[in-house]
């Protein structure tokens, strides 16, 4: 979790051009909102992504019932730099879509910060947007 709050703070302060103490204020802010009872809090999933028995990233995502739509919300997608450009996140994001459907949602939905430096996104191809 230091991690994402440390990224997401670089993107904040990269965006909103402010220092490092204050870009730290909103990821903690925003993660203690959302993080109610910790990693135990109810419909927010956390999956570790292994490779070989190591760590190579990690996915954290929500399930959320709107207007009587049941989607998925990714915060966060992270592949460590040394495994990045392997197709890790494109297997990530087609275990994601299995795991969404099974939790009954018909939706997945991420924001992509404007600084990322991706190629692009492979997103699911099975039918759920």
Do not use: N
Request: net charge neutral; with cysteine.
């Amino acid at each position: 979790m230091a991690y994402s709050i440390d990224e997401y703070a670089k993107d904040k302060m990269k965006a909103l051009g402010i220092d490092k103490a204050e870009a730290l204020v909103l990821p903690k802010e925003s993660f203690s909102q959302l993080l109610l009872d910790g990693f135990t809090t109810a419909d927010i999933y956390f999956f570790m992504i292994l490779q070989d028995g190591a760590v190579c990233g990690w996915l954290w995502f929500s399930i959320k019932s709107e207007w009587g739509v049941i989607s998925a919300f990714v915060y966060d997608l992270e592949v460590v730099p040394e495994y990045r450009r392997q197709g890790i996140g494109s297997v990530a994001m087609g275990l994601l879509e299995a795991e969404v459907k099974v939790l009954g949602a018909s939706k997945i939905a991420l924001h992509v910060f404007g600084k990322t430096k991706v190629r692009g996104i492979c997103m699911p191809r099975s039918g759920i947007g």
